[in-house]
């Protein structure tokens, strides 16, 4: 099974850290996304990236930046962090296999800034 | 404006009971829709694919419905248990790879 791994399940920050959520995948999935999930929304795409060093905005980037240096790994990282960004944070990485595009989830990583 | 809205926002039924939960969407163009189960705490787990041909697809005791015509689906749950307790999430994709659409979800509850 695919698996993709959030480093951390739940993370307290004061406001102005910076702060890296950290995702890796083992399948040698080009795509990697991350998104956060707070209730009553649908998720929100924040950034994805479709090759190493390669990023792209999502639906709500402001005050996130990515980064992909190796294939496995995609980190998200809030330069400083603000209470409005506490939120649940998802990782996926996704294939494509004769055109459908199958996303895996990571367990998420439910981060409160104080 | 694409969007998708599931309803009823929660659902509470006993176990062994049938369920049917909704979704309309009005994203354009349509590659495909999918349902999502989330367990508190975890990440999405796919259950089920349809692109614009396919009508009914089962995985199980979920059973998922696509009316193209009307862009609605419906997620039917057969026999309920304990452990269909969960969020479940409707998902439309658009017209790129990287374009995906999400619900809000439904939370269903199963009460023994």
């Known amino acids: 099974d695919v698996k993709v791994t959030q480093s951390s399940r739940y993370l307290v920050k004061r406001t102005g850290e910076k702060v890296f959520l950290e995702c890796v995948q083992d399948?040698?999935?080009?795509?990697m996304f991350w998104y956060r999930q707070d209730p009553g929304l649908g998720l929100r795409l924040i950034y994805f990236?479709?090759?190493?060093?390669?990023?792209e905005k999502g639906d709500i980037p402001e005050g996130y930046s990515v980064s992909r240096e190796k294939k496995e790994r995609f980190s998200l990282i809030l330069e400083s962090a603000s209470t409005n960004q506490t939120s649940m944070y998802l990782c996926?990485?996704?294939?494509?296999?004769?055109?459908?595009?199958?996303?895996?989830f990571g367990s998420g990583t439910r981060l409160t800034v104080v | 404006k694409n969007q998708v809205e599931q309803s009823p926002q929660s659902l509470i039924i006993l176990e062994g009971k049938n369920c049917t939960l909704q979704?309309?969407?009005?994203?354009?163009?349509?590659?495909?829709l999918r349902w999502y189960k989330q367990d508190t705490g975890r990440g999405p787990v796919s259950l089920t694919i349809m692109t614009f041909s396919e009508n009914t697809k089962s995985n199980g005791r979920y059973t998922a419905t696509l009316d193209a015509d009307t862009k609605q689906s419906s997620l039917h749950i057969t026999a309920s248990q304990l452990s269909d307790s969960a969020s479940y999430i409707c998902?439309?994709?658009?017209?790129?790879?990287?374009?995906?659409?999400w619900g809000a979800g439904t939370k269903l509850i199963i009460k023994p």
């Open positions: 996926a990485s996704s294939f494509s296999d004769r055109g459908r595009i199958g996303y895996t």
């Open positions: 979704c309309n969407y009005t994203v354009s163009p349509f590659s495909n």
């Open positions: 399948m040698d999935h080009e795509n």
């Open positions: 998902v439309v994709r658009g017209d790129s790879n990287y374009q995906l659409i």
């Open positions: 990236s479709y090759d190493v060093k390669m990023k």
